[in-house]
């Protein structure tokens, strides 16, 4: 018999807890460690359509990167908390910890724009990926449009630009603009980048591509299912059926 404890135990060989930033919240957030597990959802977030379909698929547990719970909650009156407890769906979140990871997020994002000499990168705590590429901003723009399956994407820079030292920081890494340059990347792959961090990129000569947060996080979703699978028997893994961002284009 699986439990929900050996899934958690596997899941923190990929992904320490320690590794986690201080104001995060991973780890199991719903469940009993001693409940059997018989087939898992992976997903990058839990909202109700995501509920929904491991329910109705049969899965009795959820691993996600976002937490379901961030802060400290004082009552359980969300209907999603409520309807996941009544169905016995146990929920284990893997967010900066899998971020950092040495397989992680951004390891799986620089690996998957097909970096080379990908080494870890220090930015004040927070550990990322960085590699080498050789190529001008345009082409390898079509390099990340390419390698994530989309059709836009936001960037600063000259499309002449070499792309040289690339940084990656999957999801929103618009805050370690000056840092990255600093360290003498000439681009970084990031998400959510605000209006006054690309000024800042402007500024100081940093190519930035904004390819979106769910573009560059989801990558990782298979590699977690994939690294589940090989190394727990008596459970099914599964992916979520959801492929696109909450953010929709017309």
């Not at 999603?80 to 799986?108: F, M, P, Q, W």
């Amino acid at each position: 018999m699986t439990t929900v404890n050996d899934v958690v135990n596997i899941i923190e060989q990929l992904a320490p807890p320690s590794l986690a930033e201080e104001w995060d919240n991973v780890g199991l957030l719903i469940g009993d460690r001693k409940k059997e597990v018989t087939k898992i959802l992976v997903t990058l977030d839990l909202d109700k359509r995501t509920l929904d379909e491991a329910i109705n698929c049969g899965a009795n547990m959820i691993v996600t990167h976002h937490p379901v719970i961030m802060s400290g909650i004082k009552s359980i009156t969300d209907e999603l908390y409520i309807r996941a407890i009544e169905n016995k769906v146990s929920i284990y979140s893997a967010h900066t910890s899998l971020d950092c990871a040495e397989n992680g997020v951004n390891y799986v994002l620089a690996n998957g724009l097909c970096l080379t000499d990908i080494e870890d990168v220090d930015l004040e705590g927070f550990t990322t990926k960085g590699g080498k590429a050789n190529n001008t901003l345009k082409g390898f723009i079509a390099d990340v449009k390419k390698a994530l399956n989309i059709d836009y994407l936001r960037y600063v820079g000259d499309l002449e630009n070499k792309v040289n030292k690339v940084c990656v920081v999957g999801g929103s890494g618009g805050d370690f603009i000056p840092m990255i340059k600093e360290l003498g990347f000439d681009t970084l792959v990031t998400a959510d980048v605000k209006y006054h961090q690309a000024q800042i990129a402007d500024k100081i000569g940093l190519n930035v591509i904004d390819a979106g947060h769910f573009e560059t996080e989801n990558p990782v979703i298979y590699k977690v299912a994939d690294y589940i699978k090989e190394n727990l028997s008596g459970a099914e893994v599964i992916t979520s059926l959801r492929r696109s961002s909450y953010i929709k284009y017309e």
